[in-house]
């Protein structure tokens, strides 16, 4: 066991948090002392620098916090968002909203991740868990 947490150290975070995506797992660092959400991976905690952080599984539904969209022409791909998702988990991320239109993301959508593909490498999407205009009322 000793070994595989040594290999995975010389790894390094983000490498780490990149081969979960490819085995389809969704998962961040929490800091063991403190209970804090630490996202993008790194190797310490933000403020406090304590190296103690472990990897937990993240549930993924959050809620649009800013939204643009991205115009391209259609050769080169059509338009996309951009968007900061409040993650229910405890931080905020840059990702894009699909399966719908971009022009349809809208502030406080809510919005649930998975794991997806953009430019050969996996990444962490959003789908909407609700229609444009449709307020959330469960939160």
């Not at 991205?70 to 409040?86: C, Q, T």
């Not at 894009?96 to 593909?117: C, F, K, L, M, N």
């Amino acid at each position: 066991m000793a070994e595989r947490e040594e290999a995975d150290a010389a790894r390094g975070p983000e490498e780490q948090f990149r081969e979960f995506l490819r085995q389809g797992r969704f998962l961040v660092q929490r800091a063991r002392t403190s209970g804090r959400v630490v996202f993008y991976p790194r190797v310490a905690e933000p403020g406090t620098g304590e190296r103690d952080l472990e990897w937990v599984p993240c549930r993924g539904a959050g809620t649009v916090y800013a939204t643009t969209v991205i115009r391209r022409r259609p050769e080169k791909g059509g338009d996309y968002n951009v968007a900061l998702i409040d993650v229910d988990d405890g931080f905020r991320m840059l990702s894009r909203v699909e399966a719908t239109s971009p022009d349809d993301v809208t502030i406080g959508q809510r919005v649930q991740a998975r794991i997806s593909e953009i430019d050969g490498e996996p990444a962490i999407v959003f789908d909407p868990l609700n229609s444009p205009g449709e307020a959330d009322h469960a939160g």
